[in-house]
T-cell receptor, first 112, second 115 residues
């Protein structure tokens, strides 16, 4: 049973489109939800969410957490080819101290 | 800051050989994590340290894997003997907080191929 499930697994869009990436998570010992972007190398941090309903925004990217329905979304507006990457969602769990569990990721490809 | 530094960047070895991966975390970070990434299993936490002490090693696949952090600026992940199924990208990450409450800073990874 996966603690963190992302959808879709992959997505192809055209420049200028808006995309929504989904992440659902298990609630037991849940503490936080984090989004990372991975291009060719290491994942880089995008957002951390701990409170329900409060949108976090950075440029064309935004994210929100719904602790009632146990999911988060990552929105990207006016997509650019540079947004092509794997987007990883991770749940922070208070197990054995602290544990960050990653989903399988969503592969986003933005075509020009 | 130089960021998290890992070495080697690429390693190709034969089954049965010992492999040692190295990591230098960001100075001042108290937490160090070792992750493994494969196409099949995604990004998996192997072990993490707090103040050089291993806190959770439940992700270490088996006894062939071991990790040490002799001081605040250096950690190793060792596989002995290596097997083809160990082929993956191994990431080291560090953080000033526990990871679930703050950003992890990842190194560029060590790509291991075991023939």
């Amino acid at each position: 049973e996966d603690k963190v499930v992302q959808s879709p697994l992959s997505l192809v869009v055209h420049e200028g489109d808006t995309v929504t990436l989904n992440c659902s998570y298990e609630v037991t010992n849940f503490r936080s939800l984090l989004w990372y972007k991975q291009e060719k190398k290491a994942p880089t941090f995008l957002f951390m969410l701990t409170s329900s309903g409060i949108e976090k925004k950075s440029g064309r990217l935004s994210s929100i957490l719904d602790k009632k329905e146990l999911f988060s979304i990552l929105n990207i507006t006016a997509t650019q080819t540079g947004d092509s990457a794997v987007y990883l969602c991770a749940g922070g769990y208070m197990e054995y101290g602290n544990k960050l569990v990653f989903g399988a990721g969503t592969i986003l490809r933005v075509k020009s | 800051d130089a960021g998290v530094i890992q070495s080697p960047r690429h390693e190709v070895t034969e089954m049965g050989q010992e492999v040692t991966l190295r990591c230098k975390p960001i100075s001042g970070h108290d937490y160090l994590f070792w992750y493994r990434q494969t196409m099949m299993r995604g990004l998996e936490l192997l072990i993490y340290f707090n103040n050089n002490v291993p806190i959770d090693d439940s992700g270490m696949p088996e006894d062939r894997f071991s990790a040490k952090m002799p001081n605040a600026s250096f950690s190793t992940l060792k596989i002995q003997p290596s097997e083809p199924r160990d082929s993956a990208v191994y990431f080291c990450a560090s953080s000033s907080r526990a990871g679930i409450t703050g950003e992890l800073f990842f190194g560029e990874g060590s790509r291991l191929t075991v023939l």
